[in-house]
Nanobody, 124 residues
Framework: QVQLVESGGGLVQPGGSLRLSCTASVGTLNNYAIGWLRQAPGKEREQVAC??????????NYADSVEGRFTISSDTGTNTVYLEMGRLNREDTFLYSC???????????????WGRGTQVSVPS
């Protein structure tokens, strides 16, 4: 079992950058694919980026809307997955959360774990 804590969100001007962190406060991320998702109030959750060591997944994958602007990476030493976000715009304003997927990126499983999220706001 793993417990996830996100951090790094905030208010950033258009064109700016942020780095989000997803850290395991309990357990290790090593046995999971870790994905970042984002959601606006009343809207469907959107997959953003995922990192995995499973042979069933590409090492990383990105939503078209963030490809080339966002980078996902992992640091096993600190048990953390990062989401580097660049060239942010108003359309990137969401609650960003990370999920630990036991069966590969984005694969639904009752054993998947979720953090509570960190808010990113980009004014117009």
């Amino acid at each position: 079992q793993v417990q996830l804590v996100e951090s790094g969100g905030g208010l950033v001007q258009p064109g700016g950058s942020l780095r989000l962190s997803c850290t395991a406060s309990v357990g290790t991320l090593n046995n999971y694919a870790i994905g970042w998702l984002r959601q606006a109030p009343g809207k469907e959750r959107e997959q953003v980026a995922c990192i995995s060591t499973s042979s069933r997944d590409d090492p990383t994958n990105y939503a078209d809307s963030v490809e080339g602007r966002f980078t996902i990476s992992s640091d096993t030493g600190t048990n953390t997955v990062y989401l580097e976000m660049g060239r942010l715009n108003r359309e990137d304003t969401f609650l960003y959360s990370c999920g630990a997927f036991v069966s590969g990126c984005w694969v639904a499983d009752p054993a998947n774990e979720w953090g509570r999220g960190t808010q990113v706001s980009v004014p117009s």
